[in-house]
């Protein structure tokens, strides 16, 4: 479990490109950010501190 370096709260992953149905459903379920289709710099996303970061 990666955590924020602000607020120490559990950071969610960050899917970036088209997701397959397993990846949209966690998305739905919270479970993951579903980004971009292109490549970026973040991989982390703190919900409580609205960041994204590179972990």
């Given at each position: ?19 397959d ?13 579903i ?15 609205d ?5």
């Amino acid at each position: 479990m990666k955590t924020c370096p602000k607020c120490k709260r559990e950071l969610k992953k960050v899917f970036h490109g088209e997701p397959d149905d397993e990846l949209a459903i966690e998305s739905m379920n919270g479970e993951i950010i579903i980004g971009n289709c292109c490549e970026s710099n973040y991989n982390y996303y703190c919900e409580y501190c609205d960041e994204f970061f590179i972990i």
